[in-house]
């Protein structure tokens, strides 16, 4: 008995110290700490001035690198507020801001600074701006949460308020004043792109989306909307049909599967076969690495379907662009007519980005997708992302907008790229601009007669694969753009023989054995 | 005797218990290689504990035996005869599935750095270098303060304002950019690792630390030597770790 | 078959002996363009030179280890008191001369071999190290030829020197030991020569054949190399005692055999817990010669290695604690211990599992995204030296404490202070864990090379733990009461494959670890000086290089299966055992009348 005791006090102790442990690591820290301006000055300092300036002007040394713009705290304008529009924020709505970051934005989440410390940024941040002297603020009346929401009233709402004219109808941030927007230092601005909902800058929950409704985002063209609906309770509508425009959980980065399917690939990137495919998410960030870079890209991440047949192999390639470059005709007459009074076409958005001043060219929207122009042997070493090198050369698919079409290329390097001859285009492809968002159709067989310069897809193989995207009218072109590093692509194998085999092998073999251990066993009794 | 007793119970809620641990008492999960290397050594670790005494052994063993031999147990060993073929046969069959896990990676963080690298048109030797603005204390905020200045007009994009790897463009970057806060990396780096790393960027990397993904752009291109070294100067400073020495310093 | 055993040696060894002597003097061979390489058909040339000098090696390694313990036993035997024990310890070591002269010729085929490979496969290289060593390959064939007649002195000189003369015998034994250590140093001065070339000048010619001898790694790799042969010599005689007690049909086989288990062990074990300082101090010494080649080894692709290092010794470490711990059961009174093994169990697992946390890991990219990157914030902190020294000494430390209690097993202290001395062992031993703990938590709060300075420490702080405990122990058990005696023999065959295991796992991280020593000169044949320019200068992977090693080991094991095999048939005589029964038989006669009172 003794030693059963032992062995479970064993597993009780390790089990105690693990949950202990556990508890160490949530358990909260102090109450706020004494305000102290020259701590809070020090940490700002260290940690804060470099964008958003010594003087809380929002004009730090990197400010020039980013969009959005570090805010500017001398006019005590703050997004995320629990007060009314307009008003300032209380302590704790600065104190979350710091603690939760803006997501989307180049403002990460603080979590790295203790609790105190992040108390004494938010005293010192109060002093830039006089407001916090003369004015006070107080919580919004705020209404409970309702048992079960009504999203079709929410979608109504969302016609009725007119939110969709900034945000777009299908709320990609697409809308038809979108491109005019400024905020009250006559930034350009853009609105939210609600079918993202983990860049959101004061958060993606329900009760997030509510708040911001009802408070509006100050220093930006949000208003308040808290005295806009009928029942208070709307508001809540309006804010579960918004979240439910962004899928329930932010996507992550897979394998790209290419399903095997029987028949005909589809040609069209609006053939109702493409719904039943699962999105692959592929985030990107700027290529900042070769000259020139792109410091402030406006296309984050794409998603990706693939679809094969043992013959061809076709992908869907969508991503959410608030405007389209080149504009069709069509876009151009629709815009114009939903802006009404204005004659002219819809200006361009003052470029966001760049250090140098002037508005930018605009380019073509366009997106690539990217492979080795031959497997590595050893399945591990592959080109350069970056377009290859003249080692590792890559093949590469593009879709420009302006060429309404797809064409096939290799590249040793950037600004090394060459299209194919013509008899080595057998590159299908289209691509189709709605609702704020483009998606490309390209299509391809799995062998080519040109082995030399085209990838030739094996099913059953990771095959690498890598995304370039381009934003026209952000003065993408060329090195200037979005892009992924080397992800995986796998075209799914029709079932071999050989997995039937094995597990009845093994069932033959398992069960032979069991018959031969009961013959023994009964031969000994 | 006591099912609590029994050694065959010991040996089971042990590695539950070691398994609930690995799978969920650590977070981040860690990853499936780490797990199984973990898994397997403590099976070795149970298998040690339940045969070390003969006691504990037979305890062990009596379970199995009784379910193989004893008379008592008859239905017992027929459940166990036909799920035993039925259960291989369905870990076979997903064993022969198609994977679509990508390959894992086997990716050096820190490779090899070389003796001697080009620096634009000179070459520098890193063997036995230190920074040469470390000694110059006369002026040493000031080449701080400008190795903070340059760091975030260049470098906090994807390394961080908290200098922690999370940047606005790591979510698009793979391999993750470095953490500096992290111990295991410029804790224990000499400051001339910093300056082979910055100065020749991810497309310098030796093959097993897969240059191909690397978004680290070339800096030589880009900055001076002495930018590069109060760069460095400045990740010091600012994560409070002091760069790892040469051994003649001692 | 001895005889035949003897031929086949003899014709061997004089071969190797002129083809010896003959390089040296090896011109080169005429035309403009000197050969270079030789391909070797169908295998290639480095996987057939890597496995000629594996074999060589292990072979080597077993026939300088074993008599060096052999020996000792012997000496042992000599001064026991108790004719009994004189007897035992006596028969076993001859039993280990024995294993040693059936290896011996295995020894000197696979050096001819290497030779033979070495000349024709790379003659360009052969000559340039026999140009800078001629005067050492002179002498060598001398020594190994000193070293077999040594041998067969001591072996077949053993019923004749007995009594009287036993102390020419053991004086043999000492010289044998002498030319096995000098035919060590001299390979491995040809070894750390191509690691550590010194002694020559910019266009490597040679200026002092001194200083290419005594080059930087010479010593630290004759140290590390002369240890490991124990090791390995007592993992592998273990072995040997584990097969014949698993197929002895008598108890007292069973009896003999399970001691002499035991006895290889015990060196084995004990000789493996100096190794990691041994092999410490050859790294430093690598990186003190040149950082680059020591950044190679441990941060390079050659870092896994270490991760499966960790691993193997992690296992060898459980084993041989597995094994004291079964042997503890036949020891009455030693159940006394049993709670405490449990926890020794538990603290080595959790030792294994820390010092097994790679740096970074391997981890697909949905993986490597969720841990943000492919370091682990929170396993990240086990991946790094600190920790890992610590596990180690903790390990040690450990493995020494289910020592002395299997030491302590069936005895009863009759010292006055026998309270008092265990409190002050326990006191010890905790505070040498204390000191190991705290310094390996302060290593993380401290720049690099504070921390290194750190692992002397906690070393030190190891070493004299056990020192002090093991003399307060040997104090404190004089003239101890007995509660029984140990049962030899009463052994489940589960222990027996644990002896199986350890040598296995010791073979294999021998190989591996010879590899990841010869593969951190990368391309060069001689680092610094002479380029490999073969198609084969890339560094192999290290899947690659594993898979070669356990093509060693598997054929090592087949040989020496296939040794003692042919060894246990030529027994027709059974002239040893006979001899030992007869005067055991004597003895308890005696005994029985009175005639000894032991």
């Given amino acids: ?525 | 005797m006591s099912i609590l007793r029994s050694s065959f119970v010991h040996a089971i809620l042990l590695l539950v218990i070691a398994i609930l641990i690995f799978k969920y008492g650590i977070h981040p999960p860690i990853p499936q290689s780490l797990f199984l290397l973990y898994l397997i050594i403590t099976l070795f670790g149970i298998f040690l504990f339940v045969s070390s005494s003969e006691e504990t052994w037979k305890s062990f063993l009596s379970p199995i035996h009784a379910t193989l031999y004893d008379p008592r147990f008859r239905g017992v060993r027929a459940v166990i005869f036909i799920v035993l073929p039925v259960l291989a046969t369905y870990l076979v069959y997903l064993r022969v599935q198609p994977k679509i896990e990508p390959p894992a990676e086997l990716r050096t963080i820190h490779p090899a750095p070389p003796d001697t690298i080009s620096f634009r048109n000179g070459t520098i030797k890193l063997q036995g270098l230190g920074n040469p603005l470390r000694g110059d204390k006369e002026h040493f905020q000031e080449h701080v303060n400008r190795g903070k200045v340059i760091y975030f007009k260049n470098c906090f994009y994807c390394h961080g304002d908290g200098l922690n790897g999370e940047g606005h463009f790591a979510e698009g970057l793979n391999p993750k950019p470095a953490n500096f806060t992290d111990v295991g990396t410029i804790a224990q780096l000499q400051e001339s690792y910093l300056f082979w790393r910055i100065a020749k960027g991810g497309p310098n990397l030796p093959t097993e630390a897969t240059p191909w993904n690397s978004a680290m752009p070339a800096w030589e291109n880009y900055l001076t030597a002495d930018e590069i070294w109060s760069v460095i100067l400045y990740l010091y400073e600012a994560t409070g770790y002091q760069p790892r020495k040469w051994e003649q310093d001692q | ?598």
């Avoid at chain 3, 039993?95 to 490979?117: H, N, R, V």
Wanted: with cysteine; net charge neutral.
């Fill in chain 3, 1 to 598: 078959m001895r005889k035949i055993n003897r031929k086949v040696f003899f014709i061997f060894s004089l071969l190797f002996f002129v083809i010896l002597l003959g390089s040296a003097f090896a011109q080169q061979p005429a035309g403009d363009q000197p050969m270079e390489y030789r391909a070797f058909p169908y295998i290639g040339s480095r996987q057939i030179m890597w496995i000629a000098a594996q074999l060589h090696l292990m072979f080597a390694a077993f026939i300088l280890g074993v008599p060096i313990f052999a020996v000792i036993v012997e000496f042992i035997g000599f001064y026991a008191r108790d004719p009994m024990q004189r007897l035992r310890y006596d028969k076993l070591a001859k039993e280990f001369t024995k294993l040693l002269l059936i290896a011996f010729s295995a020894t000197a085929i696979w050096g001819a071999i290497l030779t033979f490979l070495f000349i024709t496969l790379y003659p360009k290289f052969f000559n340039y190290l026999s140009n800078i060593f001629s005067p050492t390959l002179w002498i060598y064939p001398f020594l190994f030829f000193g070293e077999t007649f040594t041998l067969y002195l001591y072996w077949y000189g053993w019923e004749w020197l007995q009594g009287e003369k036993k102390k020419f015998h053991l004086a043999l034994g000492v010289l044998l030991n002498l030319f096995g250590i000098a035919v060590l140093f001299i390979t491995d001065a040809w070894t750390t020569f191509m690691m550590s070339p010194s002694g020559i000048d910019e266009k490597g010619n040679l200026v002092s054949l001194w200083k290419a001898i005594n080059n930087p790694l010479w010593m630290p790799l004759n140290i590390h190399r002369l240890i490991a042969n124990i090791v390995f010599g007592g993992s592998i005689a273990a072995a040997y005692a584990a097969f014949r007690f698993l197929s002895s049909k008598t108890e007292e086989e069973r009896a003999h055999y399970d001691w002499m288990g035991y006895i290889g062990n015990f060196i084995a074990i004990q000789a493996f817990i100096v190794l990691p300082f041994a092999g410490y101090w050859f790294g430093r010494e690598i990186y003190a010669f040149d950082q680059q080649l020591g950044i190679t080894m441990m941060g390079g692709f050659l870092s896994w290695l270490w991760i499966i290092q960790a691993i193997l010794i992690g296992i060898i470490f459980l084993a041989s604690n597995y094994y004291l711990w079964i042997g503890m059961e036949r020891i009455p009174g030693a159940e006394r211990y049993r709670l405490y093994t449990r926890l020794i169990l538990l603290v080595l697992v959790v030792g294994t599992l820390v010092w097994a946390t790679p740096h970074s890991l391997v981890a697909s990219l949905e993986e490597a995204r969720k841990m943000g990157g492919a370091h682990h914030p929170l396993l990240g902190v086990l991946g790094v030296m600190s920790a890992k020294n610590t596990a180690v000494n903790i390990m040690i430390l450990s493995t020494f404490l289910s020592f002395l209690f299997y030491r302590r097993g069936n005895k009863i202290s009759r010292v006055s202070w026998a309270k008092t001395g265990v409190v002050i062992q326990g006191l010890i031993l905790f505070l040498a864990a204390f000191i190991v703990v705290f310094y390996g938590v302060r290593g993380y709060f401290v720049e690099a090379i504070v921390r290194i300075g750190y692992s002397v420490y906690q070393v030190l702080a190891v070493l004299s733990a056990i020192i002090l405990t093991m003399i307060l122990d040997i104090f404190m058990l004089r003239n101890a009461e007995e509660i029984g005696p140990i049962r030899w023999g009463k052994m489940p065959p589960r222990s027996q494959y644990a002896l199986f295991l350890v040598a296995i796992t010791f073979t294999w991280l021998m190989g591996l670890m010879g590899y990841a020593r010869s593969a951190i000169r990368q391309h060069w044949h001689v680092y610094g000086v002479m380029r490999d320019t073969s198609p084969e200068a890339f560094s192999p992977t290290l899947g690659f290089a594993a898979d070669m090693v356990s093509i060693c080991v598997l054929l090592f094991f087949a040989l020496v299966f296939f040794i003692f095999w042919i060894g246990h048939l030529g027994e027709k005589t059974k002239i040893l055992e006979e001899r030992v029964e007869e005067e055991v038989e004597g003895i308890t006669t005696a005994k029985l009348k009175g005639g000894y009172t032991a």
């Fill in chain 1, 1 to 525: 008995m003794k030693k059963t005791i032992n062995l479970y006090g064993w597993i009780s102790v390790v089990l105690l110290i693990f949950f202990l442990n556990l508890n160490f690591v949530h358990a909260g820290e102090a109450q706020p700490p004494e305000k102290n301006l020259e701590v809070g000055k020090a940490l700002y300092q260290k940690n804060c001035a470099q964008c958003h300036g010594d003087n809380g002007d929002g004009k730090g040394v990197s400010e020039p690198f980013i969009f959005p713009k570090p805010r500017d705290f001398t006019a005590g304008l703050y997004k995320i507020r629990t007060t009314s529009g307009g008003q300032l924020p209380l302590d704790s709505d600065l104190f979350q801001t710091i603690s939760l970051g803006m997501p989307g934005s180049s403002m990460p989440a603080w979590q790295q600074l203790s609790e105190a410390d992040r108390w004494q940024l938010v005293h010192y941040i109060k002093t830039f701006s006089p407001k916090f002297a003369s004015e006070t603020a107080e919580k919004v009346v705020t209404t409970p949460k309702p048992a079960k929401p009504d999203l079709e009233k929410g979608r109504q709402l969302f016609q009725d308020l007119e939110c969709w004219k900034c945000h777009g109808q299908e709320g990609r941030g697409d809308g038809p004043s979108a491109p005019e927007l400024k905020d009250n230092w006559g930034f350009p601005i853009k609105p939210a792109d609600l079918t993202k909902n983990w860049t959101f800058r004061g958060g993606g929950s329900v009760e997030d989306i509510y708040m911001r409704i009802i408070t509006g985002i100050n220093g930006t063209p949000m208003p308040s909307f808290l005295d806009s609906f009928e029942k208070p309770e709307d508001a809540w509508d309006l804010a579960y049909y918004v979240r439910s425009l962004s899928p329930e959980n932010k996507p992550e980065v897979t394998v790209l599967r290419a399903k095997l399917i029987q028949g005909e690939l589809p040609t069209e990137p609006e053939d109702p076969r493409w719904n039943e495919l699962p999105a692959h998410y592929f985030p990107l960030s700027g290529q900042i690495t070769m000259e020139p870079r792109l410091f402030t890209p406006s296309i984050d991440s794409i998603f990706v379907k693939a679809v094969h047949n043992n013959k061809e192999i076709a992908f869907l390639v969508m991503w959410n662009d608030r405007t389209q470059d080149p504009p069709s005709a069509g876009a151009i007459q629709q815009i114009a007519s939903a802006e009404g009074q204005q004659s002219q076409p819809p200006s361009q958005p003052d470029n966001p980005s760049a250090p140098q001043p002037g508005s930018p060219q605009k380019f073509s929207d366009a997106i690539a997708i990217q492979f080795p122009v031959k497997p590595d042997p050893g399945g591990f070493i592959k080109p350069y992302f970056i377009m290859g090198d003249s080692e590792r050369p890559v093949y590469l698919w593009t879709w420009k907008a302006e060429w309404q079409d797809v064409k096939e290329s290799n590249a040793s390097g950037p600004f090394k790229e060459t299209l194919q001859n013509q008899e080595s285009q057998t590159l299908q492809g289209k691509g189709i601009y709605k609702n704020g968002q483009w998606k490309v159709l390209f299509k391809r067989a799995l062998t080519t007669d040109d082995k030399d310069h085209d990838y030739q897809f094996e099913i059953g193989k990771f095959i690498p694969i890598a995304f370039s995207a381009w934003d026209g009218s952000n003065g993408e072109t060329e090195l200037k753009r979005s892009l992924s590093t080397w992800y995986y692509l796998f075209l799914e194998t029709p079932r071999p023989i050989s997995q039937y085999l094995y597990p009845i092998a093994a069932f033959l073999l398992i069960a032979g054995a069991e018959v031969w251990f009961l013959k023994r066993n009964s031969r000994r009794q």
